[in-house]
């Protein structure tokens, strides 16, 4: 039986094989579509989830490598810093298409949690391994900078 504790809450799955990607856990049996299938290799990062608060890549990590541990998806998303993402991505239009923005907010939400004075180059860095077909990189930029601002001021009032 596969145990998973996703956004805070306790999912038995009797019927997943544990070594099936959380990908396809995610997206197959438990009907939570954010999480997006791009390339199945790792590589453009639709697919960003968190374990234990890190990103990793849902396609490429086995379910039974979340057991024990907490897994967010985007739906799950929260906090001030992913508030504050979340209007930036509005106010600067971020979104095209959409399709890769739960894995650009994954991991844009990891790197201002953990780099709150990271620098825009640090910035690129980090979002590096996230594609965007439809190319909104400069939006992406702008709305990072936003919000690291914000929670910045935030911070110091």
Known sequence: MLRLRINGE??????????????WILRDHLAMTGTRYGCGKGLCGACT????????RACLTPA??????ELTTIEGLG??????????????????????????????EHHLRTNPQATEQAQ???????????????????????????LNQEENS
Request: charged fraction near 20%.
């Open 10 to 23: 306790d999912r038995e799955l009797p019927e997943a094989d544990p070594q099936t990607p959380l990908l």
């Open 79 to 108: 906090g001030a810093v992913a508030s504050a993402l979340r209007q930036a991505w509005t106010e600067q239009r971020v979104p095209q298409c959409g399709f890769c923005q739960g894995g650009q907010l994954m991991s844009a």
């Open 64 to 69: 039974a490598a979340a057991e024990g541990k």
């Open 49 to 56: 989830i968190h374990l234990d608060g890190n990103p990793i």
């Open 124 to 150: 690129h860095g980090a979002m590096s391994g996230n594609l965007c077909r439809c190319g909104t990189y400069t939006r992406i930029d702008a709305a990072m900078k936003q919000a690291q601002t914000a």
